[in-house]
Structure formats: C-alpha cells, structure tokens
C-alpha cells in the first residue's frame, strides 16, 4: 500500500490508540465538533492578524495598551467569523460566554508577555515599528516533506540573533510539555532541516494561559521523531483491516464529561 501523508496529530493519534486513527484516518467516520478545537483556532487566528496590523498611531509611549486593545479587537473579529461553528456546538449561553471570556484573558496575557518584548527590543531599535518587526515571527508556514510523507502547520518561527526558534500555540489547561507535544516540535524539527538545511536551535509552545516554554533541539529530541514517523508509516503501510489496529483502553476512551467520537462503534469495554 500506498504511504499515507502523516501529521503530527495523526502519528500522535496511532501511538495514542491504533483503532482511533483508523476510524478516523482510513475509514474516515466523521468526528464531533468541540469547543476547544474552535477556540483554539479562533486564538490561531486572532495571532495570524495581529502581526498584520497597521502601526500608524502607535508609538513608544502608547504600545503597550494600544497593542492590548489590537488583540481584543482581532480577537472579537475571529470570535464573529467563527460564530456558525459555535452554534453548532449548541452550548449554553452561560458556558459560551465563560469560553469567551476565557480566550480572552489567554490572549492578552499572551500580548502582555508580547509587551515584555517590544520594551527589550526598543532599548537597542529605537523606535516602534523596528522594534516591532524585530520580534515579529514569520507566522502559520506550511512545511510538506516528500521525503518522509509528513506535513505540518508551524504557527511561528522566530529568528532571535543567529538562532532559529519554532513556536506553537496552544490554550491546554496544563501548561506541561507531555511526550505528545515533544513529538510534534521534533517533527517540526525534522520538516525544517529538511526544507532549509538545518535544524532550528530551540523549539517551544506558548501556553496562552500560561508563558512560553521552551526546549532546545537535541539528538534525542530528533531520534524519537524519527523513529514515530517510521512505527506508523510502516504499520499503515502494511495493514488496512480494521483487526490490524489495536484498541488501546485507557481514560481516553471515556470520562465524566464526554467520551472518544468512536466509543459507541468500538465498544472498548
């Protein structure tokens, strides 16, 4: 069989349970819509604009509220737009607007520590808008390897003096760096060597109810990567039976509040 082009989320996915990515990603059954995914892509995107603001009327003694009132308003623009979705979600109002208030006080708690940063950086610029674009990352590059049939969504990648750093964004409840996320980042890694010749330097999430996070890209980091894209490319290569995919149980399948979008048809317990 053909290789299936893998993401970070799908190879994560088969190593979290085999049967859950073949529902999902051969069988392709639909999957439920949830308030974190949307949320989290309203958060993705109110950071996208925010990098494509006009600067007129900002200077050095304004920025700081101006730039926090910039991320409001982006982040009421990408709430509208998203407003279908979260119909969809059927959620009370009472739950609705606690989500939204909480999306908001992830953001500017992301835009004071953005702050933070334009402060360090007028001391050697001088002035707003170099400042600004000194900081500013390149922002949501797509990075597709026909070597290794994997692809990726970087949110941002900065270049901080001769380093490369790749970040990501995430709005989880635990700001903690689990195995999962240390896959994707050194698959992200492995995506930038190969389109540009090197790896970055450090990669890290910003949890945005929390601060960033980062790691430097070591041997180890790298290896496992390598090694994941490997387990799953050569398992869905060989297999295509549902029997071939184990089910793995675990808290995952469900809990309190909710259950796996296939729990009904794989029937774990």
Request: hydrophobic share 35%; proline share 3%.
């Amino acid at each position: 069989m053909a290789k299936r082009v893998q993401s970070p989320s799908s190879i994560n996915l088969f190593l979290q349970c085999p049967r859950k990515y073949y529902y999902q990603y051969i069988e392709r059954l639909p999957t439920s819509p949830s308030i974190h995914l949307v949320r989290g892509n309203i958060a993705h995107s109110t950071l996208e604009h925010f990098f494509e603001q006009d600067l007129a009327g900002i200077d050095e003694n304004n920025y700081k509220e101006e730039f926090v009132r910039e991320i409001q308003r982006n982040f009421f623009t990408q709430w509208g737009k998203y407003r279908e979705e979260l119909k969809r979600l059927r959620l009370s109002t009472k739950d609705l607007k606690f989500y939204f208030e909480e999306t908001m006080m992830m953001l500017v708690n992301w835009c004071n520590y953005f702050n933070e940063e334009i402060t360090l950086m007028l001391e050697k610029k001088g002035n707003i808008t170099d400042a600004f674009n000194a900081v500013k990352p390149i922002t949501e590059q797509e990075y597709k390897s026909e070597e290794m049939f994997v692809r990726g969504f970087i949110d941002a990648i900065k270049h901080v003096g001769d380093e490369v750093h790749i970040l990501d964004y995430k709005t989880n409840a635990v700001p903690e760096i689990k195995e999962s996320i240390k896959l994707q980042l050194g698959i992200y890694s492995l995506l930038y060597n190969e389109k540009h010749g090197k790896y970055p330097n450090q990669v890290g999430i910003f949890f945005l109810r929390d601060k960033l996070h980062m790691l430097i890209v070591d041997e180890e980091l790298i290896e496992n990567a390598k090694q994941a894209i490997h387990i799953v490319h050569e398992h869905t290569t060989m297999f295509d039976k549902k029997e071939d995919y184990e089910k793995k149980t675990s808290p995952l399948c469900k809990w309190k509040s909710g259950q796996c979008d296939f729990f009904d048809i794989c029937k774990p317990y």
